[in-house]
């Protein structure tokens, strides 16, 4: 236990955004974006089998012995973690990841000031995506935390686990988490239309009845926030067309032309100084034409309108990259591992 919480310490102390806990290898903290061993000597299962009796509760550890892996939050030296426990190669193994309990703001942060203008949208459906740990849930917990300041609604967000603690402030602000305050995402959604909400917070759109139930949320004048696992603004809308059958699918199509508000992508690259990372998104905001090209099936043209909307707030990932290497936030080389379309700067 004792190299645990030592590796715990370790990664609080450097700000680390994860914590690896395998058998025969010392505690792992992932640093900037790059896993780095603690000088502790390697974990027996015993000893992370003890951590996990320590931490989790008898049901999420009847759950774990049951499906091989559960999910939940917890604090240690008053951090929060999101605890990832599974096995692997029949041993016991723990992943957390570190919250930072503050709510993230816009401007500090320095995002982009169109989050700002999407917070301020009364119905319709935010996107946010990206890889695991890419900061979806930093960008969301940010739009939410700018409505809490500037208006007066009720917000309710669907979690798992629960990250970001808000407190209210002009919104009233209630967050349910998955498997312990309701049974799923999609059931969580359906409830939440009967509990007055404003806006919805959906952790992430797993399955074709979350997806079902987020569009209907939306249709129905709600503003719902939530995550996919894509890269871009075409792959994010073909991925949700391609969950419905191919009878649905045209039906699909016309209700995201009309509830679909904007879609951020985003990725996570080291700064140039090597001691931090910097975030770089791709923005697409739901005009005329982005409406008809989803409505009509030619989503494959969507990038075309994002490379000439700029004036209107959306930007390609490409050029985002470019910006922040002209501004010297990130070197060319790492800039270039996530271009899209283009692996070389001109100009």
Do not use: C, W
Request: no cysteine.
């Amino acid at each position: 236990m004792e190299r645990i919480l030592g590796a715990v310490k370790i990664a609080i102390e450097n700000k680390a955004s994860d914590i690896h806990l395998s058998v025969g290898t010392p505690p792992v903290v992932r640093l900037n974006g790059e896993l780095i061993q603690t000088q502790y000597p390697p974990l027996e299962n015993a000893v992370i089998e003890e951590f996990i009796q320590e931490i989790a509760t008898p049901l999420l550890i009847e759950e774990y012995k049951d499906k091989g892996e559960s999910d939940f939050a917890h604090l240690i030296f008053n951090q929060r973690f999101r605890v990832n426990i599974f096995r692997e190669r029949g041993n016991n193994a723990v992943t957390m990841r570190l919250i930072n309990t503050e709510a993230p703001d816009i401007d500090k942060m320095g995002m982009p000031e169109v989050f700002k203008t999407l917070s301020k949208k009364k119905n319709g459906l935010i996107l946010v995506t990206g890889p695991t740990g890419s900061g979806k849930s930093t960008t969301m917990a940010a739009i939410i935390n700018e409505i809490n300041k500037n208006e007066s609604r009720h917000i309710i967000t669907l979690e798992d686990p629960i990250e970001y603690i808000f407190e209210n402030n002009k919104s009233l602000i209630k967050q349910r988490e998955v498997n312990v305050d309701t049974k799923s995402f999609s059931n969580g959604v359906r409830a939440s239309l009967r509990q007055d909400p404003d806006v919805i917070l959906v952790g992430e759109m797993r399955d074709f009845e979350t997806i079902s139930a987020a569009v209907m949320a939306a249709e129905t004048g709600h503003l719902v926030i939530s995550t996919l696992h894509t890269l871009g603004a075409t792959k994010t809308i073909d991925r949700i067309i391609d969950v419905f059958p191919p009878h649905q699918q045209g039906q699909i199509r016309t209700q995201l032309a009309m509830v679909l508000e904007g879609v951020i992508s985003q990725v996570l690259l080291k700064n140039i100084t090597n001691n931090g990372r910097v975030a770089a998104y791709e923005i697409m905001l739901a005009n005329h034409a982005v409406r008809n090209l989803i409505r009509e099936g030619k989503t494959h043209q969507l990038q075309n309108v994002i490379q000439t909307s700029g004036k209107n707030g959306m930007i390609t990932m490409d050029n985002y990259l470019r910006n922040l290497v002209t501004e010297r936030k990130v070197t060319q080389e790492a800039a270039s591992e996530h271009m899209v379309e283009e692996n070389v700067f001109i100009g």
